[in-house]
Nanobody, 121 residues
Framework: VQLVESGGGLVRAGGSLRLSCVAS????????MGWYRQAPGMQRELVAA???????TYADSVEGRFTISRDNTKNTVYLQMNSLKPEDTAVYYC????????????????WGQGTQVTVSS
């Protein structure tokens, strides 16, 4: 599985960005697709994930501001980020994993190369 993210950049606080991730290779519509982020000196953390039937999970810190969506016909997952804050600054990674009992907080599945999001105050 290959994942290519795009859409990162520099934005002022309160602004918006939309990240995209296109998956190729052995992709199944049953895969869970999600976004994680890693700030400098911090561990990678879950931002949002979406299961094949549309069930979503969000980190408390982004609930109400970020929206995850996916287009299974294009093997693409999106992350719409609104009301961005400086603390959202991080490298954002796309993740695809088969459905399993492995918690979303555990490193599992395939990862993209990451895209930098920087929010200035």
């Amino acid at each position: 599985v290959q994942l290519v993210e795009s859409g990162g950049g520099l934005v002022r606080a309160g602004g918006s960005l939309r990240l995209s991730c296109v998956a190729s290779g052995s992709i199944s519509s049953t895969n869970v697709m999600g976004w994680y982020r890693q700030a400098p000196g911090m561990q990678r953390e879950l931002v949002a994930a979406m299961a094949s039937r549309g069930t979503t999970t969000y980190a408390d810190s982004v609930e109400g501001r970020f929206t995850i969506s996916r287009d299974n016909t294009k093997n693409t997952v999106y992350l719409q980020m609104n009301s961005l804050k400086p603390e959202d600054t991080a490298v954002y990674y796309c993740n695809v994993r088969p459905p399993s009992s492995v918690p979303l907080t555990i490193d599992f599945g395939s990862w993209g190369q990451g895209t930098q999001v920087t929010v200035s105050s």
